[in-house]
């Protein structure tokens, strides 16, 4: 976080305004406050953009350009999710309107603040390949391994906030792919979650893990993505969204029942009613879900614990691509 410093006291010019504690994160927000007390920013001078890797990049970075000067950096991850053409795109706390794309650029606009858009993504799993796993009662089984992690954009609407009226409505397809490594719990039976257990609800499960993880194995829960899969198999992921892996699906296979565990404790303290981001509801549900319950997204996560604590295990040989009794 240190290292972000002086990038974030240049662009907001030292004012820790309230609001960009959402945007940055309480602890982030917290530790530059504290840093900078009493102290006065360098104006005339900005900090060493080139120095400044983005966190969550996948390599190419692009310039933020507002009336043809650089206002900020951003990472063809964030590019796709929020800065698409047409986007009302917060830079610090201030609306911009997407206008175009450039080689390395993206160029900005004014934004009505009223105005926001409301992007149209779905993501897809494809090609997951084992490298490790471990079976517990023949139907769950918990993998390590390689997958390409297929995001999809279908367009968006520019809606006015205060009447809710749609302005604006664009088709578009466009599709990002990455080859990533992931950690994903499958199901081949999901019976064994109990009889009244509603699919949806195991979309909490993938919060869970992205919210545990960072208590358990050292990393970023910004670095992670999720996605669950109702069908074919029925499988929960949490994969990497850094390029060339970072140790964190890999560590995930031996330590995922204490995320869970671990996860379950912050879902029961969280002082939400029905479940929220902070706990076990996902930033982004697949079409047509609602979203995962509290405590039947709980009793899910328990019970996959329970498999795990108790069940036979077999570990997976990659040589003959087998389930082996441990
Ligand atoms: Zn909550």
Redesign the pocket.
């Known amino acids: 976080m240190n290292k972000h410093l002086p990038y974030l006291v240049h662009e907001c010019g030292a004012n820790f305004s309230p609001q960009l504690s959402e945007h940055l994160g309480e602890p982030f927000f917290n530790l530059a406050r504290k840093a900078i007390e009493g102290k006065k920013p360098v104006k005339t001078h900005k900090p060493n953009y080139q120095k400044l890797s983005i966190r969550g990049s996948s390599g190419t970075i692009y310039r933020l350009l507002y009336k043809g000067k650089e206002i900020g950096e951003i990472s063809d991850v964030h590019l796709f999710r929020e800065a698409y053409v047409g986007a009302i795109y917060n830079h610090f706390g201030k609306p911009y309107r997407v206008t175009a794309h450039a080689a390395g650029e993206v160029h900005l606009e004014d934004a009505d603040p009223h105005f926001r858009t409301e992007g149209i993504f779905w993501t897809v799993t494809e090609g997951a390949e084992i490298l490790s796993g471990i079976r517990y009662a023949e139907n769950l089984a918990a993998c390590y391994g390689r997958l390409t992690v297929s995001e999809n954009f279908g367009g968006f609407k520019l809606i006015d906030s205060r009447s809710g009226v749609v302005l604006e409505e664009e088709r578009s397809e466009r599709e990002r792919r990455s080859n990533v490594r992931g950690f994903w719990l499958e199901l081949t039976d999901t019976s064994i979650l109990g009889v009244s257990v509603l699919l949806h609800d195991l979309f909490g499960v993938e919060q869970l893990l992205r919210i545990g993880a960072p208590f358990v194995v050292p990393c970023d829960r910004h670095d992670l993505g999720t996605l669950t899969t109702v069908k074919n198999p029925t499988a929960v992921y949490l994969y990497e969204t850094v390029p060339g892996g970072i140790g964190v699906a890999e560590k995930a296979l031996e330590v995922w029942p204490k995320i869970i565990e671990t996860a379950i404790g912050i ?1 029961e303290r ?3 009613s029905h ?2 981001p ?3 509801v996902p930033p982004r549900l697949p079409l047509g879900f609602k979203e995962p319950r ?1 405590e039947p997204a709980i009793a899910i996560a328990r019970r996959l614990f329970d498999i795990a604590s108790t069940s036979a295990r077999e570990r997976f040989d990659p040589d003959s691509h087998v389930w082996v009794p441990i």
Request: glycine share 10%; with cysteine; net charge positive.
């Open positions: 879902a969280c002082t939400c479940g929220c902070s706990c076990l509290k």
